[in-house]
Nanobody, 127 residues
Framework: QVQLVESGGGLVQAGGSLRLSCAAS????????MGWFRQAPGKERDFVAG????????SYADSVKGRFTVSRDNAKNTVYLQMNSLKPEDTAVYYC????????????????????WGQGTQVTVSS
């Protein structure tokens, strides 16, 4: 059974940093795409960043480029989202997700392409 468990969320002041972790288990993740999405109250769940586990190709939403960095640790089966220069508009629940068929690499990081989701971790940025 695939499990994705996020951690690392919290409250931070604007301009600060947080690192989110997503521990993956239950299958071989060597050939999947991992994504980070976020959902603010009353809004859709939007793509933030993605990484191909096999070759570390990355992609980012325009709103986080230059501030967020996605990475993975094969030995720990964990994906990270380093978030710097945080803004109040980054406040949301952040979700880790896995795209087993890698469709997102070819067709874009659409929420429906992702097969497994974590429970989410709250990130709150105060002004």
């Amino acid at each position: 059974q695939v499990q994705l468990v996020e951690s690392g969320g919290g409250l931070v002041q604007a301009g600060g940093s947080l690192r989110l972790s997503c521990a993956a288990s239950g299958r071989n993740f060597s050939n999947v795409v991992m994504g980070w999405f976020r959902q603010a109250p009353g809004k859709e769940r939007d793509f933030v960043a993605g990484i191909s586990w096999s070759d570390s190709r990355t992609s980012y939403a325009d709103s986080v480029k230059g501030r967020f960095t996605v990475s993975r640790d094969n030995a720990k089966n964990t994906v990270y989202l380093q978030m710097n220069s945080l803004k109040p508009e980054d406040t949301a629940v952040y979700y880790c997700a896995a795209d087993i068929s890698r469709r997102s690499l070819f067709f874009g990081h659409i929420r429906g392409y992702y097969d497994y989701w974590g429970q989410g971790t709250q990130v709150t940025v105060s002004s």
